[in-house]
């Protein structure tokens, strides 16, 4: 794909379902409802499951929504905008995956999930307020492990990393019924590890 | 795990995050979500988004949609239903996995969110009017390949199933950016396909 066409909103590519080309309104659709899910989802929910992981240092939903507030907070509007002062000159700053640990400790899911939206929120008026062009998605910045990436590339990890997680807090949830659904759990592809 | 064990709703088993038993009103509050999840991330969404599939015969967000629908007709409550009735002197009927091409033909995404939202109420309206006991809970049935199972696993079945539709739909958008990520496509386990 040719990094400087233009997408053209709502129009797959001719003869394509596999592929779509980054569309920041499209990606935009993604990442604002992203909150709305985790709330319909999670808000009130037992506490056993909010509480579940799959064990050893691995997440729980409660752990994957500190997770996306400090990624609104330190992720991914910071080092769009440090792409566009700074260009790849400078790297940016590590992300680091486990502040969620402290951050989130004593506070409540309801509060949790408040702030992620008032955040995201604020962080897609911050990015309409850019005005981007293609000309700046292709603008490129350095990653401290990457190495060089495009803010168009930045972007749409913000979009496929919210939906990564909204596939783990899936997994992590229905693992908890790894016993419970006996045979079926051959045809449970969450449950058994496959992707079909 | 004991089946005859009486799950207490809300406590998690000592010492576990990983499995939780089987409790009928822990299970409700996933399936009762479910519907308002789909609705917050899927009605309005860019078309491009909701016919977006992984390739060949896989499906898509509208499929699975119809899919869910075809479920709530044909399968969880039917099933339980038979079970009550007939134990595992009657094997159930095959759910058809293709029905929802056929009876998905035509209709639009918001159509369809209504309608599932409508039959899973329904549906569980008319689960808490069985008022289960653990009892009930352990009687068999006969699934036409899998062999003998409980009403629990049927169930618990359900819950897992959603959960791995939901975790199918992320991943199926999500794909579409695999080239858009670029090199972050190393730490997307949605694309990369590996499971942390």
Redesign the interface.
């Known amino acids: 794909?040719r990094e400087n066409e233009i997408a053209q909103?709502?129009?797959?590519e001719p003869g394509s379902?596999?592929?779509?080309?980054?569309d920041l309104?499209?990606a935009i659709?993604?990442l604002r409802?992203t909150p709305?899910?985790l709330?319909?989802?999670l808000r009130d929910?037992?506490?056993?499951?909010i509480?579940?992981?799959?064990?050893g240092d691995?997440w729980?939903a409660f752990d994957v929504v500190g997770h996306l507030i400090h990624g609104e907070r330190t992720d991914w509007m910071p080092r769009a905008r440090m792409i566009l002062a700074h260009g790849d000159r400078q790297a940016f700053e590590p992300f680091d995956r486990l502040a969620q640990f402290a951050e989130s400790d004593g506070r409540t899911l309801a509060s949790l999930l408040e702030e992620f939206s008032t955040l995201r929120q604020q962080n897609l008026r911050d990015l309409a307020s850019l005005r981007l062009t293609e000309a700046d998605l292709d603008r490129r910045g350095r990653?401290p492990a990457?190495?060089t990436?495009?803010l168009?590339?930045?972007l749409?990890?913000w979009?496929?990393?919210d939906?990564?997680h909204?596939?783990?807090i899936?997994?992590v949830?229905?693992?908890?019924?790894?016993?419970?659904?006996?045979?079926?759990r051959?045809?449970?592809?969450?449950?058994s590890?496959t992707?079909?």
């Open positions: 794909m909103p709502g129009t797959p379902r596999t592929r779509r080309r980054f309104q499209e659709a993604i409802r709305a899910v709330d319909a989802w929910l037992p506490g056993g499951w509480s579940a992981h799959e064990g691995t729980s990653h990457l190495g990436v495009t168009r590339q930045l749409a990890t979009v496929a990393h939906l990564d909204l596939t783990q899936a997994r949830i229905a693992r908890q019924y790894s016993d419970e659904v006996g045979p079926w051959a045809y449970l592809r969450v449950i590890g992707q079909g």
